[in-house]
């Protein structure tokens, strides 16, 4: 299988997002998920700070297939990152 973008395990809880890495053609991406964004796609469960890992890792797919076209897309936000949203 051929992917052009690769995720990594590694998540940074921070106010009210997570932060995980995409990488492609050796360049780390942050791309970032919301709160909000999470308990979407998590049947609208509460997140926050003590929970976010464990429901990031329910919906995982989902939010790096949204995150992975939105770097297709190059859909970047200013600062270079990429910002998953519903």
């Not at 970032?32 to 964004?37: C, E, H, K």
Request: some cysteine; glycine content about 4%.
């Amino acid at each position: 299988m051929n992917q052009s973008v690769i995720f990594s395990d590694q998540l940074f809880i921070e106010t009210n997002k997570v932060r995980f890495i995409a990488q492609q053609q050796g360049m780390n991406i942050n791309c970032f998920a919301s709160f909000v964004i999470i308990s979407e796609l998590c049947d609208n469960q509460l997140v926050s700070k003590h929970n976010a890992g464990s429901l990031f890792e329910q919906c995982r797919f989902d939010l790096e297939d949204r995150a992975e076209s939105l770097i297709e897309q190059e859909a970047f936000s200013d600062s270079g990152e990429i910002i998953v949203t519903a």
